[in-house]
């Protein structure tokens, strides 16, 4: 298969603990995507890497939350010191740079934080 | 801000055609139209996106209004498989989408 892969798939963590997730995007694809999605809300951006560069990110991200792209590649969510409003679905996607922007999304990482 | 408002539901019976209406009154002139769709307990998928013209694919019809203040996404034959929440988006030269609620499809037997 080779489209946007996630890592784990839920997790599940009591409030204060860190937790880590991982993006595989589609290999040619140098943008990156994270967003966040509560129940009954569309996605909320939290931030993007074109290669591995950070390029945007969301107010929603807090100083506990932290993302990187180390070679351009793979991504990883951080978010440290867990608290239950925390608790979403974590979704990837990848794009190629282009004049329009085809995301393709990963199926998302459910984070439940008790 | 979502860029766009769309209705919160619509409700189709099974092999008719539906016709999902999305505003975007702030458009602007380098702005894509994207339409993308969630199915329960997956990611979003892309559906259709078009600039100005009307545009078709084997999944769905996108009609622009000339203005380019409204679209609408045709399912010429909706399937059960098409019961999802689509999201209408406006993007301009790649930047982060803007996802609002969506519409929440439901198709009925």
């Known amino acids: 298969d080779t489209g946007v892969s996630q890592d784990p798939r839920h997790k599940i963590t009591k409030r204060g603990q860190n937790v880590t997730f991982r993006c595989d995007p589609i290999s040619e694809h140098n943008r990156l995507y994270w967003y966040r999605q509560t129940l009954g809300q569309g996605p909320e951006f939290l931030t993007y890497?074109?290669?591995?560069?950070?390029?945007?990110k969301s107010r929603l991200l807090s100083d506990r939350f932290s993302a990187e792209r180390p070679k351009g590649s793979f991504s990883t969510l951080e978010i440290q010191r867990t608290e239950q409003g925390d608790s979403a679905m974590y979704l990837c996607?990848?794009?190629?740079?282009?004049?329009?922007?085809?995301?393709?999304f990963g199926p998302g990482t459910r984070l439940t934080v008790l | 801000d979502a860029k766009t408002t769309q209705p919160n539901s619509m409700e189709s019976n099974e092999e008719e055609p539906v016709h999902l209406p999305c505003n975007h009154s702030t458009i602007s002139g380098t702005d894509y139209i994207h339409w993308y769709r969630q199915l329960p307990s997956q990611g979003p998928e892309y559906v259709i996106h078009?600039?100005?013209s009307n545009v078709n694919n084997r999944m769905a019809s996108l009609a622009i209004a000339e203005d380019r203040k409204s679209s609408t996404l045709i399912l010429h034959r909706a399937t059960l498989r098409d019961a999802a929440v689509y999201y209408c988006i406006l993007d301009n030269y790649g930047q982060n989408f803007v996802f609002g609620p969506g519409t929440r499809l439901s198709v009925l037997p």
């Open positions: 996607a990848s794009s190629f740079n282009k004049q329009y922007n085809e995301q393709f």
């Open positions: 890497f074109q290669n591995e560069a950070q390029l945007e």
């Open positions: 078009g600039l100005t």
